[in-house]
């Protein structure tokens, strides 16, 4: 899958690798975010995109993360940021390990490191430490991500950036609102069937 910088192949794709791409090793197993879904590839190309408008983060936090793609997406582009990578499932989190050791993405505290943890949601004395974050990803569904409106809004920073996928089209507008009830200004609603959602926390 090719969006934006970003190159994610399975191990028999390895020598498909382009030269001008940041190639990710994603085993197809046991956790979703193979970067075969819509979402996840839109995901990828919003985080491209802010990049390339020189938007620089330093504190990063993946929710549902999956296999750890987006995670380490993000290091990638801002590798002097610290980030955590949650999900509710612990086979998710094994699984995040394991692709961070194929993919050379460091595990740990500090800068350029990543952090993972089992946590529902917000619910975790990790991303509570850690917050607030300057750019917060969760690609999970609709329901979970109208929940957790407020929860996502108090842990970003004011100015912060907030990327939401997930949900569908249909969909779009009750997510979108339930952030502005939290001071959230959509600055991209994203396109086509599985629209990606990026969104700025006002504030100052």
Known sequence: IRAGRFFVHTPMHFKD???????????AGLAFGTGQHATTAGCLAALDTLEREGRHFTN????GTGTGLLAFAALALWPQARAIATD????????TRDNAAINGVALGHGPGELLLSVADGMDDPMLAARAPFDLLI????AGPLIDLAPAFASATAPGGTIILAGLLDSQA???AAAYA????????????????????????
């Open 17 to 27: 690798r382009p030269a001008d791409a940041v190639s990710f090793e994603i085993d």
């Open 60 to 63: 990063i936090a993946d929710i």
């Open 88 to 95: 509710i499932d612990p086979i998710s989190i094994d699984v």
């Open 138 to 141: 969760a690609n999970i569904l």
């Open 173 to 175: 507008e009750a997510v």
């Open 181 to 204: 009830a939290q001071g959230c200004e959509l600055r991209d609603r994203g396109a086509g069937e599985w629209p990606v959602l990026v969104l700025e926390r006002g504030g100052s």
